[in-house]
């Protein structure tokens, strides 16, 4: 064996891995902030977990949040940490809300994931149907499909957030969701997604996962979480879905 067969060996048996997904694949779900978009590049998610703290501090909650919540800010944390205090209260419909309508926000300054779209496009024109499973709000990513003109390639199979919050990957509701919806059997689907939530949410609901990660600390991550193929760019993909008869 030579030098450049050993180097061009792997690239092979990726690639071939990779169509042999595509080709089960008879339904797409998506994970929507990351396979499609970088919702927060232009509008800080520390930012929002910011006004989300005030917010709880206006209404005399700070001691909601543990010492490293407040440290590392993240949004979903602090949603988080205000429904272990009070599961499905109207305080967490209030903060769920507003969470909302910083995404809502957000959504004009989201960045594409590169090749994102025209992979949508195409695999929804080569018959594949398509939805959305995302811990995000599904108005978020309607309204971001819309601006895409990507809207009928999903719609109205967009799942998301709802104000109970234990419903978030990685459980599989949204994902169950999508495929009672679509009549899709598990094993005719396929999960595309960026985080370990995703890969669980996709294991409990017997969905084979495509792992996108668009650095190397995501790459470790789904694979110190098992995730079997992952990807740093979605280009292959589309490749693959051009010379597909």
Not at 16 to 40: K, M, Q, S, T, Y
Not at 50 to 62: I, Y
Not at 70 to 78: E, G, K, Q, S
Not at 122 to 146: D, E, H, M, Q
Request: charge should be negative; charged fraction near 25%.
């Amino acid at each position: 064996m030579t030098p450049d067969t050993a180097q061009t060996e792997p690239v092979a048996t990726e690639t071939e891995n990779l169509r042999e997904v595509i080709e089960r694949a008879r339904f797409v779900l998506f994970d929507f902030d990351g396979p499609i978009c970088r919702l927060f590049a232009g509008h800080s998610a520390e930012d929002v977990a910011k006004d989300l703290v005030e917010w709880l501090e206006r209404q005399g909650l700070r001691g909601l949040l543990s010492d490293e919540e407040r440290v590392h800010l993240d949004p979903w944390a602090v949603l988080a940490a205000v429904d272990r205090g009070h599961p499905r209260s109207d305080l967490v419909v209030e903060l769920e809300e507003r969470l909302t309508q910083h995404e809502l926000k957000a959504v004009y300054s989201a960045w594409p994931t590169a090749f994102a779209d025209p992979l949508i496009r195409t695999w929804s024109a080569v018959g594949a149907r398509l939805a959305i499973a995302t811990n995000n709000s599904p108005s978020t990513a309607a309204r971001y499909l819309a601006t895409r003109g990507l809207i009928e390639c999903f719609a109205p199979h967009i799942y998301g957030r709802t104000q109970d919050l234990r419903l978030l990957k990685p459980d599989p509701h949204c994902l169950n969701r999508a495929l009672n919806a679509l009549g899709a059997a598990p094993s005719t689907a396929l999960m595309i997604g960026d985080t370990p939530s995703d890969l669980l949410a996709a294991e409990q609901a017997g969905v084979p996962f495509l792992g996108y990660a668009r650095n190397e600390g995501q790459v470790e991550a789904l694979r110190k979480a098992g995730a079997q193929v992952v990807m740093g760019s979605l280009e292959p993909l589309l490749q693959i879905l051009w010379g597909r008869p």
